[in-house]
């Protein structure tokens, strides 16, 4: 049974976080393959050793090298020949259910020569688990290798994870000739992925010339993934409202693992609704809606609002008056608006789930987000962006479609991934943008990144910087113009501190953004999601922690986002719709204090927690004062005598029980 999820950050949705990705990461490349790899991802990280490397200790060599190397392969121009499509199974089918497909293989011109290997492979991220294999017809994912063409052997190659080859031997595999990989063959069939995904490809790559360097294949061979049964239902309503002014409810039924487009019909009754809000009594949803809808609301009065809905009829098992919680609401008069935003998320186009036009339905319908970016990697997965021009502009022209200036703000971006310095986003706030790959000679390095962006609408933010898959080297110093605001939160844990709560794991020391602040560099702060399941905005119903920003932008316009990035009028908080206002000698948040400012200074600070506050943390220049706010759920405080010495910076944290985190953007004296 789901309870209040809007004020509870962690759910009774236990699943894995996003560590595995390094695992498969490589195994998945198009690239060369030895039966039983070693897994990549289970080792800590390898801090550089090389003396004669250039390279920073933070570098992760081995990946780098695994990368270039496999980009300088050369590939027999029988690689890859053929195509494959579906020809047994269901098209559509539940998340985790399990079935048997039947995938055919058919060899290109030049065939496949003696000794080459047909592979054929699940997604091997976010969710396919019962690896295709050959050697037990009882367990999951046991799958039978046949083939028509007579004096053709096929010896199966098991390698303990998505991938499963089949080696000709006997002659060569000639232009015509099939072979068929009925996956879930055995008496439990193979269970589909746990997350909703349209256009779920099986893949298939051919080594045509046996040298054990493989190619993806052409493959229609794909089915839809729909959602589960629904669990409950999620409510946002605006952070921050204008009083007369109409917003917008967003409703969404999601499944015990936060996917929506579920199956349910009845009606979203709203209960006890307060005096000062207008908001219809009930919605009814039809089959269309897929238990997704979105209703205006109204606020009267000035005032703090929460809305309640129960569903009618309840969900199977649920009491009848069970009700399911928002997030806080803030009514006043010319309220500063709190635009909520994900820069960074992943699809099936990189190591992700979904379709980019997926990503951004969630992002916009179920989770409520006003700004979304869909960040895949350049040069990660199982096709890479910078190798795949059709694809980039295919990512281009989604975010185009879903750009609403006004409603909802979508923008082209991607992830940088470099491992050698570390993971940049770069998103870009006009229609087209370059794809400046970080394994290219003349953008492998952050400062030749910068080059190319300086003077464009474009900015980069550092991702996942303290630790996690790889660290940022800092003594690249970013052009604050480029790179105006840090990601300070994400699926995989938190970079401002080593006493941050739900610090990200293989932290490295010196190398949290406070540390870095202490260095005299400016930032604003983000989170972002980091979403591989499709889930933008909503990452941490999977994690333990997720991220998402507020921009306190003008309106819902790329031009106004990119001012309030470039002015740092943003704060972050691990996925909880927290409310935080705070001003510093009337300056906002992000803001520069000039020197002529009086002191000392006045802080006013206003939080609405999404739960009870344990505490919030204000830290100056390094040291950190604490307030117990015994369990309130709203604060707010007048502070009177800060003192800020030049070159001083001051932030606050917000703690609450429930483990939902916020951190406003510092305040800097000049
Ligand atoms: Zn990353
Ligand atoms: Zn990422």
């Known amino acids: 049974m789901l309870t209040n999820w809007n004020r509870n950050l962690r759910p009774l949705l236990g699943f894995g976080t996003c560590l595995a990705i390094a695992a498969v990461a490589v195994l998945a490349c198009d690239s060369k393959v030895e039966p039983e790899p070693e897994p990549t991802g289970s080792k800590p990280v ?22 270039k190397e496999d980009q300088a392969l050369e590939r027999h121009p029988s690689d890859g020949g053929g195509r494959a499509w579906l020809e047994d199974g269901p098209r559509e089918v539940e998340i985790s259910s399990r079935h048997t497909w039947t ?20 997604s091997p991220f976010w969710g396919w688990e019962d690896h295709p294999q050959t050697f037990s017809s009882d367990a999951p994912g046991y799958t039978e290798i046949t083939t028509n063409a007579e004096g053709i052997e096929l010896e199966s190659l098991n390698f303990g994870k998505s991938l499963l080859g089949a080696k000709v031997s006997g002659r060569a595999l000639k232009e015509g ?3 068929k990989f009925k996956y879930g063959a055995g008496s439990v069939g193979a269970r589909a992925d746990k997350y909703f995904e349209r256009n779920a490809k099986f893949w298939v790559s051919v080594d045509g010339d046996g040298d054990g360097i493989r190619k993806m294949a052409a493959s229609d061979a794909v089915i839809d993934v729909v959602s589960g049964p629904p669990s409950g239902l999620w409510v946002t309503v605006p952070t921050t409202i204008d009083v007369g002014e109409v917003g917008r409810v967003a409703l969404a039924l999601l499944d015990a693992r936060g996917n929506a487009w579920v199956d349910w019909l ?6 006890d609704v307060p005096e000062g809000l207008e908001v219809p009594e009930r919605v009814t949803l039809s089959p269309g809606d897929r238990g997704v809808a979105s209703v205006e609301v109204k606020a009267t009065e000035s005032g703090t609002y929460t809305l309640s809905a129960r569903l009618d009829p309840p969900l199977p098992g649920a009491p009848r008056d069970f009700t399911y919680g928002s997030n806080p609401m803030l009514a006043s008069k010319n309220a500063i608006s709190v635009l909520w935003a994900d820069l960074h998320g992943h699809s099936q186009l990189s190591d992700g789930t979904g379709t980019p036009r997926d990503f951004y339905r969630y992002a916009r319908d179920v989770a409520a987000l006003d700004i979304a970016v869909l960040t895949d990697h350049d040069h990660w997965g199982i096709e890479f962006l910078d190798q795949r021009p059709d694809l980039w502009k295919h990512i281009g022209e989604v975010a185009a479609e879903f ?28 229609e087209n943008g370059e794809l400046y790959s970080s394994l290219a000679p003349e953008t492998e390095d952050p400062d030749q990144l910068w080059a190319k962006l300086k003077g464009k609408s474009a900015l980069t933010f550092a991702h996942h910087s303290a630790g996690g898959p790889i660290a940022t080297d800092w003594s690249f110093r970013p052009d604050p113009e480029i790179e105006p605001v840090t990601e300070i939160v994400s699926v995989h844990g938190s970079s401002e501190a080593n006493d941050s709560p739900q610090k990200i794991y293989r932290s ?8 870095i602040l202490d260095r005299g560099m400016r930032f604003g702060f983000i989170g972002s999601g980091d979403s591989h399941d499709g889930h933008p905005g909503l990452a941490h119903l999977g994690a ?12 819902r316009t790329r031009e106004s986002v990119l001012e309030a990035l470039r002015a740092r009028r943003v704060y972050a908080t691990n996925g909880a719709r927290i409310l935080l206002q705070a001003s510093l000698g009337g300056y906002r948040m992000g803001a520069t204090i000039p020197e002529t400012a009086e002191r000392p200074l006045k802080l006013s600070l206003r939080v609405v927690g999404t739960g009870p506050i344990e505490a919030v943390d204000f830290i100056r220049s390094g040291l950190v004062e604490t307030l117990d706010c015994e369990g309130r759920t709203e604060l707010f405080l007048p502070l009177d005598d800060i003192e800020l010495d030049s070159g001083d910076y001051l932030y606050v944290r917000v703690r609450q029980t429930d483990g939902g985190v916020a951190w406003t953007s510092p305040f800097y004296a000049d």
């Open 46 to 67: 390898e801090l550089s050793t090389d003396e004669h490397s250039d390279y920073p200790p933070t570098a992760v060599l081995r990946t780098m090298r695994e990368l």
């Open 103 to 122: 995938i055919t293989y058919e060899a290109g011109p030049l065939g496949v020569a003696e000794g080459g290997v047909i592979y054929f492979m699940t």
């Open 177 to 179: 000739e099939l072979v």
């Open 266 to 271: 009845g009606d979203i009754v709203f209960v």
């Open 403 to 430: 750009y609403e200036p006004g409603r909802f703000v979508s923008l082209l971006g991607y992830e940088w991934t470099s491992w050698i310095y570390g993971h940049r986003h770069v998103i870009y706030f006009t």
């Open 508 to 515: 490295i020391r010196g190398n949290f953004v406070r540390d």
């Open 544 to 555: 333990p922690s997720g991220g998402i920003a507020a921009i306190l932008a003008e309106d």
